[in-house]
């Protein structure tokens, strides 16, 4: 996305993220009911490295088709994205609903109520991030910014600009 350049895209930040995190993110995105798109991409992902039928990978079970998934050796944005979206909304509501709060956003578990979101001032952006980086790890707060950044440019451009976004993006991991 050429609003966010410097940012990290969402299959470096996968590739970056530990194998803790990634099976975590496998086994959200698999149960996420919002990402069909993004699984059929997977299924015929794993489908053409492993010769399967493409029925035959979809009807595996959850821990093949996660194990299936963490041994492509890419994937497309969009499973990334999605990966990233998953690993969020299934591990960082906590972390996610500080950010929001600090930023007076209401919020639902959160996530965001208004559709119609403006994009928050930079200050108050940069106060919110300096709070949630004192309450959480560097490196879930860079993940979960540069998350933001791509599912959302144009509200969350601001935070492009701060060091959180870059201090701690994850170090890439040797496959």
């Given at each position: 996305?050429?609003?966010?350049?410097?940012?990290?895209?969402?299959?470096?930040?996968?590739?970056?993220?530990?194998p803790?995190?990634?099976?975590?993110?496998?086994?959200?995105?698999?149960?996420?009911?919002?990402?069909?798109?993004?699984?059929?991409?997977?299924?015929?992902?794993?489908?053409?490295?492993?010769?399967?039928?493409?029925?035959s990978?979809?009807?595996?079970?959850?821990?093949?088709?996660?194990?299936?998934?963490?041994?492509?050796?890419?994937?497309?944005?969009a499973?990334?994205?999605?990966?990233?979206?998953?690993?969020?909304?299934?591990?960082?509501?906590?972390?996610?609903?500080?950010?929001?709060?600090?930023?007076?956003?209401?919020?639902?578990?959160?996530?965001?109520?208004?559709?119609?979101?403006?994009?928050?001032?930079?200050?108050?952006?940069?106060?919110?991030?300096q709070?949630?980086?004192?309450?959480?790890?560097?490196?879930?707060?860079?993940?979960?910014?540069?998350?933001?950044?791509?599912?959302?440019?144009?509200?969350?451009?601001?935070?492009?600009?701060?060091?959180?976004?870059?201090?701690?993006?994850?170090?890439?991991?040797?496959?």
């Open positions: 996305m050429p609003d966010a350049p410097a940012t990290p895209r969402p299959s470096q930040l996968w590739k970056r993220l530990s803790d995190r990634k099976l975590q993110a496998a086994e959200a995105f698999w149960r996420d009911e919002n990402a069909a798109s993004e699984q059929a991409d997977a299924i015929a992902a794993i489908a053409q490295r492993i010769r399967f039928r493409v029925k990978v979809h009807a595996m079970p959850l821990e093949k088709k996660v194990r299936q998934l963490l041994a492509l050796p890419a994937v497309s944005e499973v990334a994205a999605r990966l990233l979206v998953a690993y969020h909304l299934a591990h960082q509501r906590p972390m996610m609903g500080r950010f929001l709060d600090a930023l007076g956003i209401a919020h639902e578990d959160g996530l965001i109520a208004d559709e119609n979101l403006a994009a928050p001032p930079p200050d108050r952006l940069r106060a919110a991030a709070t949630l980086a004192s309450s959480c790890p560097a490196d879930e707060v860079s993940l979960y910014f540069s998350t933001l950044l791509w599912q959302d440019p144009e509200t969350w451009s601001s935070l492009a600009d701060l060091p959180q976004v870059r201090e701690s993006t994850p170090a890439p991991q040797r496959s």
